[in-house]
């Protein structure tokens, strides 16, 4: 609950600070002293999003703090998930720089707005005038009734396989996609697979069929500078491996008598076992030099055919068109084997349908067994605030596609009148009506949801009378398990309060003040007869306290 609430800079409030009881808190003030600048300070806190419009003195940090009671919260997880260190009593801090800058803090530590605005959900639930609107909204009827039938488990459940769903027609979506994209392409990977597989590529062939076409095209040429070469190592007269020889033997000779000349004799010896060397491969290459016609033809047709297909498919080299047949052949098979994976598709998604369709089923049961004590509920505390020919029921009928909460469509069919055939409540109720219904709501779901505090803001409106003091009833009835701020320019409601604040203006700005017994009195009377005070409206404002 909120035990202290504490706003600086903020729109005309300088510096406000109020202590809140721990049940019902009443807000009253005239028209335009600032109630409603309260509330939008408060939403600050609890994560509503800057408007621009936050200072008073854009000179300085426009600061909203709230002191929580945490105590039997149930919050523990949630800041241990939020890796946030827990404290029965929770501080809460927004802060907005001169700049337009937002800060917010729970415990000083600093935390992302997204945070701070959960956390809010969690501590308090704030209903103004126009959420009065939010039953028109399919997502709040739905949830109403969830909450009531206690469906979160099987929600959650319900969840995690829709969003799995989803994400399978997506893929599904995705392969047979791919499948129509391939087919169309098909023909034309059909033609390149065939044409690049009869060519029989392989890798580093063209530079081998380079090599060997210089050779047969220079054959003559080759042949006759080999025959130059060998002619000039072995010719028996005047070949230099015999002219060598004969000087290696002599020097050989003079081995003893000229000492240099064995060494001189060593080293020819290594020349000749070279040039002898040199000799045998010009011997053994001028064998295999031949002028083939046939071979160079074959050879040039088919390096032109390799040069063909590179440019036909705009690559470089034979090594580009191999990786794009291998890269057709992947293809063309996955568009083999494409209706497989579609069929596996199709039947995963088949088997989660079925299973979501199975948690949708358990959703539509439990919502209408729940449907019947809902309404009455809402009926018997709509009787209390003067409606008791009111007809309301809960309509559920099926959706044409299953949404993230199940498979139904939540109509709350209404009528003020059970002579008249009741209609979605959002198109046949009045603004006092609706006021009502929202409080019969808002009661019935707060007891279910556990909120440790509700804030009412003028929820009252459109009503009076002995409907209003049931409607005080009501909200007091609340507060006695939970804490209940409620706004409201009713002196019945007013009279039902724990606690009494008042808001004023004051020189400019906005204040507010908590009232002690004798102020309250003089506060319910001012509601009940205006600004002039009688002794008839302070006597019934004495009735309307208890005293």
Known sequence: MLRRLSVENYVLIDKLEMELDPRLNIITGETGAGKSILLGALGLLLGARNDGAAMKDTTRNCTVEGLFDLTQSGLEPFFEENDLEYAPQTTLTRIITPAGKSRAFVNDVPVQLALLRELGTRLLDIHSQHQNLILSSEEFRTSALDTVAGNGPLLEQYGVQYTEMQRLKRELAALREAAASSRRDEEWLRHQNDELSAANLRAG????????????????????????????????????????????????????????????????????????????????????????????????????????????????????LIALRDEGAAKLAAIVHGDEAITEAEEALRKAAERSGELAQRLHKAREKAAAGFAKEILTTLARLGMAETVFRIELSPLAEPGRTGADAVRFLFSANRNVPPRPIEQIASGGELSRVMLALKALLA????????????????????????????????????????????????????????????????????????????????????????????????ILLGK
């Open 205 to 320: 062939e063209q530079a081998e069929i380079e090599e060997e076409l210089s050779i047969l095209e220079n054959a003559d040429r080759i042949g006759e500078t080999l025959t130059e070469l060998r002619n000039a190592l072995d010719s028996d007269e005047t070949g230099v491996l015999m002219q060598l020889k004969n000087s290696e033997n002599n020097l050989s000779h003079l081995r003893d008598h000229y000492p240099a000349a064995g060494e001189y004799a060593d080293r020819l010896h290594a020349v000749l076992e070279e040039l002898k060397d040199i000799d045998a491969s010009a011997t053994e290459a001028s064998e295999r030099i031949d002028t083939d016609p046939e071979r160079l033809a074959k050879l040039s047709a088919r390096l032109d055919a390799l040069i063909s297909l590179q440019q036909k498919y705009r690559v470089a080299d034979e090594a580009a």
């Open 447 to 542: 007891r279910r949801m556990q909120l440790p505090t509700i804030l009412f803001d003028e929820i009252d409106t459109g009503v009076s009378g002995r409907i209003a003091d049931a409607m005080g009833e009501i909200i007091a009835a609340l507060s006695e398990s939970m804490q209940v701020v409620d706004i409201t320019h009713l002196p019945q409601v007013a009279s039902k309060g724990s606690a009494h604040f008042v808001v004023y203006k004051r020189d400019g700005r906005t204040d507010i003040t908590r009232l002690d017994d004798t102020q309250r009195e003089t506060e319910i009377a001012k509601m009940l007869s205006g600004s002039e005070i009688t002794d008839a409206a302070l006597a019934q404002a004495r």
